[in-house]
């Protein structure tokens, strides 16, 4: 055989053998357990990191921005900025209302307040809320005012009564009001009976002095014979009675004088503070108020003098009008059903 196909026989037998140690290798390798893949597998995640395996997340960091503020909200001046928080909240009294309903009426006149200082300390917006609503007062009707204050007015009118020996209820009641006696006088009647005297009312509060009311804002009581017009039951002065100034005569003299803003809404009120009213207190107000929802307005008489006439030989008019003398006149005649209560003398007092 020749060198050369002895050399082929070889290179064949050798590929021969190769082919079958891989082949056999091959069979004789094992597939991987489960265990195996599983535990390949956790090696492998443990590798990857998750948001779960974190603490906290991720936080991306942001390119720096410039930080514009955010405009301040505008604050408007509150118009009751320049009201103290003492102050009790501003509340109009039904006399305006009153007058705005009727065209006849005349203008509200109140007394003066005093101005808060400028530099006073507001509370805040919450205190000043709870102020309010615990200032606010409840709104009454004339019935429910007479419920509640008749329990205790009544008994001590019956007591004045019983005291002056009148029957009571009366059919007609008459106040004769004094200014320079500072005091209101209370006379009663039964049907067709004659006055009498029940009780003297101490004014606590009236402005001006002798002479009638001739213009709104002159702080004068008025002076005439007048009648009840109105009962309020929610005066900022407790409980008031309006007088039906300016009267007739009122009217008249005015338009003769050419005076047209003659002021008005004038009342017979509880508390202590006036200004062209009377201020009696608030017991005697709920008394006469009482008095006169029971007997009814239109029962009611007024006499509004500047002194006792009843007590004086002639009426002496110093200044004034022309037609104050015919006023004064009139106010004598309109006192002279109404006898004064005698003054007591000394021996009366003593006991002789």
């Avoid at 200004?275 to 008095?291: N, Y």
Wanted: aromatic content about 6%; some cysteine.
């Amino acid at each position: 055989m020749k060198a050369r196909q002895r050399f082929t026989m070889i290179a064949l037998s050798l590929s021969c053998i190769l082919c079958a140690g891989t082949t056999f290798a091959l069979i004789s390798l094992e597939p991987p357990t489960v265990e195996e893949v599983a535990h390949d597998s956790r090696a492998s995640v443990e590798l990857l990191p998750t948001l779960t395996d974190l603490e906290e997340p991720l936080q991306v960091p942001q390119p720096d921005l410039l930080e514009v503020p955010s405009p301040e909200p505008v604050v408007r001046a509150s118009r009751f900025d320049f009201m103290h928080p003492d102050a009790d909240v501003m509340e109009l009294p039904d006399e305006v209302e009153v007058a705005a309903v009727n065209p006849d009426s005349w203008s509200v006149e109140v007394s003066e307040q005093p101005v808060t200082a400028p530099h006073a300390r507001r509370a805040p917006a919450k205190a000043r809320t709870k102020q309010a609503k615990k200032r606010r007062k409840k709104r009454y009707t004339l019935k429910e005012r007479l419920a509640e204050i008749s329990p205790t007015a009544v008994p001590r009118l019956v007591a004045k009564f019983q005291s002056s020996k009148v029957a009571w209820p009366p059919a007609e009641v008459a106040f004769v009001a004094l200014k320079d006696e500072k005091a209101i006088e209370l006379y009663a009647r039964p049907k067709d009976g004659t006055w009498s005297h029940v009780h003297r009312y101490k004014v606590l509060a009236a402005s001006g002095g002798r002479g009638p009311k001739l213009k709104r804002g002159d702080k004068q009581v008025p002076e005439g014979v007048y009648r009840i017009s109105y009962l309020n039951p929610n005066s900022a002065f407790h409980v008031s009675l309006r007088v039906n100034y300016p009267n007739r005569f009122d009217r008249s003299m005015a338009r003769k004088d050419g005076r047209k803003d003659l002021g008005g809404d004038i009342m017979i009120h509880g508390k202590a503070v006036s200004a062209g009213c009377l201020a009696i207190g608030d017991p005697a107000a709920e008394e006469l108020f009482v008095l006169a929802a029971e007997v009814g307005i239109r029962n009611v008489k007024v006499v509004i003098a500047p002194t006792d006439f009843r007590r004086e030989e002639a009426i002496s008019v110093t200044k004034g009008p022309k037609w104050v003398p015919k006023l004064y006149t009139e106010i004598a005649s309109a006192m002279s059903p109404y006898k004064a209560p005698e003054e007591p003398s000394l021996l009366t007092l003593l006991g002789l």
